[in-house]
């Protein structure tokens, strides 16, 4: 536990939104798409990859607990 928890926590979805550190493809879809984009034009890989290439299809569908 951290000292001052509550105030931090508030301080970081009031910066990061409700949601900061979302699961699954969906939600994350955009910033993968980006680092991709990135990963290609910079040479690091011979073909833009399509999101859905980097999990497995069972992992595609966002689950919360």
């Known amino acids: 536990m951290l000292p001052f928890f509550e105030e931090q926590l508030k301080a ?32 690091l890989s011979a073909r833009l990859v399509d999101p859905r290439e980097l999990f497995h299809a069972s992992t595609h569908e966002t689950v919360k607990v």
Do not use: I, M, N
Not at 13 to 32: I, K, N
């Open 12 to 43: 970081a979805r009031e910066l990061l939104g409700q949601d900061h550190w979302s699961y699954g493809l969906a939600p994350t879809w955009h910033p993968c798409q980006a680092f991709l984009r990135h990963h290609h034009a910079q040479g």
